[in-house]
């Protein structure tokens, strides 16, 4: 697998029917404000397959967006600035086993019985998260530049994909999307493995003097 259109509009694809996959059950498509506890379930089940899928295609194209990185050794000036409140919006984290989905926090992410059991559950959470990641598989080019610095600074040496001990993607979301997920854990081995040197700490500007 290599970094090029082809590739991009492959995984791109199939992340799409993959999202198809996962709206088609229980009208989800129609974007409804309320679905069962057992519709709860299976939208959850189908948000944690599109997030494993896209996590192992972000640091796939990291990798291979890696070595050609700017190698930029010159001290930064760094400027201040009055300190703000990050904005509040869902976090998709990729190199930690962390869950990063508030609404989900309450819920054991192996437990199909970790939905409460009431009549009627606000899918309002559930499907903003599958517009996020919907989002993010269009254009996943910008996440995984980020993502490429950060492995280049603070992660050197080979890369194990993300859940490469656990399950595959399961079949019911399509054979072929289940095949190349598979088939990424092994491609980002072999991308890992020709890694090229660190590119070491972001070298920050020395101490001035602003007084006399």
Do not use: C, W
């Not at 072929?176 to 890992?192: G, P």
């Amino acid at each position: 697998m290599s970094l090029d259109a082809g590739f991009l509009e492959l995984v791109r694809r199939q992340g799409e029917l993959l999202v198809a996959r996962v709206l088609s059950h229980d009208n989800l498509h129609l974007g409804p404000s309320l679905i069962s506890p057992a519709a709860a379930r299976r939208l959850k089940a189908g948000l944690r397959a599109l997030e494993a899928y896209l996590r192992r295609v972000l640091i796939l194209l990291a990798l291979q967006l890696e070595p050609g990185l700017p190698r930029d050794t010159r001290p930064r000036t760094i400027y201040a600035r009055a300190p703000r409140k990050p904005a509040e919006r869902p976090r998709f984290r990729l190199l930690t086993a962390q869950r990063d989905f508030t609404p989900f926090a309450a819920f054991d992410a192996n437990d199909s019985q970790s939905i409460p059991q009431k009549s009627a559950i606000s899918a309002t959470p559930y499907l903003t998260r599958l517009r996020t990641l919907k989002s993010l598989l269009e254009a996943p080019t910008a996440r995984a530049r980020r993502l490429a610095f950060h492995l280049a600074r603070r992660r050197p040496g080979p890369i194990l994909a993300p859940d490469a001990s656990g399950t595959n993607l399961p079949r019911r979301y399509g054979t072929e999307v289940s095949a190349i997920y598979t088939s990424l854990a092994q491609a980002i081995l072999n991308a890992s493995r020709a890694r090229p040197p660190p590119l070491g700490p972001t070298p920050l500007a020395p101490p001035r003097s602003r007084r006399l």
